[in-house]
């Protein structure tokens, strides 16, 4: 891809390394693809703590960088899928964009699409490099092709429906569970507008009304929606608890690794009081 689309030349690839804590050379192969890919899910997470303050949330690769390198923040989706581009950019792969629509929590094959990943060409194969799902989602690339699986503590798979479309499945404890399904139809940065503006301003958006943040690390996925804690560890059922409020304030920062400013806590404390008032 060109640069004009990706901005691989303006992204600082040392600082993004750092952040993430990759210490290896990178080179456009396999084992770069996986190393970043699973530093980046353990170290940043997908959260929407600006969307739930009423805060725009850019898309330019300067304020991304801003916001996930420097500060310490994380990102939905769109955000940190133009972080990644960037990067694999700079460092010489060759991927296009592509957009799926989530099945984990609902089972809808037909929901919106917009979640957003990119399929890597690499040696012939395409490889589906996804680090902004959150915990349910890959922890390394998976190849897109039938049957083609990722096994370990954290096992995936692939398959194909008969309309064509690819099915990523997270291989639980308690059985197998369709995350999203996608067509590699190529997306472009100004598909992630679109997307990013239902993401902020749609009533039926998920991510606008109730904070959420995710992480994959090495040995616990974790998941807040609202103050409901879901935690899986390998080979275990999922298991789920109530938050307090202060434990829910000091959530993004001691489980996820998200830093806020003591504004922002403040102002996430003040509408979790004006939720609780409207509800009394």
């Known amino acids: ?101 989530s099945r984990i929590r609902t089972g809808n094959k037909f929901g919106p699409a917009v979640h957003v990943a990119l399929c890597v060409e690499l040696d012939g194969e395409r490889w589906l490099f996804d680090v902004s799902f959150g915990g349910y989602g890959l922890h390394e690339p998976i190849r897109i092709a039938e049957g083609a699986r990722v096994d370990g503590d954290w096992s995936f798979d692939m398959v194909r429906e008969p309309n064509g479309e690819h099915v990523l499945r997270f291989l639980r404890a308690e059985g197998p569970a369709e995350i999203y399904g996608f067509t590699t139809d190529a997306r472009y940065p100004a598909d992630f507008e679109i997307l990013n503006h239902f993401c902020l301003s749609h009533p039926r958006s998920p991510f606008n009304h109730r904070t959420i943040l995710q992480r994959t690390q090495p040995t616990m996925r974790t998941v807040l929606i609202g103050n409901t804690l879901t935690e899986i560890r390998p080979g275990e059922p999922a298991t789920h608890r109530e938050l307090d409020e202060d434990e829910t304030l000091s959530a993004p920062e001691k489980i996820f690794g998200v830093t806020l400013e003591p504004g922002d806590v403040q102002s996430l404390k003040t509408m979790a009081g004006t939720a609780g008032a409207g509800r009394n």
């Not at 690839?13 to 530093?39: E, I, M």
Request: charged share 20%; glycine share 8%.
């Open 1 to 101: 891809m060109t640069d004009s689309m990706w901005q691989g030349n303006s992204v600082d690839l040392d600082a993004y390394l750092s952040r993430v804590g990759y210490v290896a050379d990178v080179a456009p192969d396999l084992a770069t693809l996986r190393g970043l890919h699973a530093a980046h899910v353990d170290a940043i997470a997908f959260e929407n703590i600006d969307a739930i303050l009423g805060r725009a949330v850019p898309l330019d690769l300067e304020s991304v960088q801003e916001k996930i390198v420097r500060r310490g923040r994380g990102g939905w989706c769109m955000e940190q899928v133009v972080l990644v581009a960037a990067v694999l950019d700079r460092i010489g792969f060759t991927f296009s964009a592509l957009s799926a629509r």
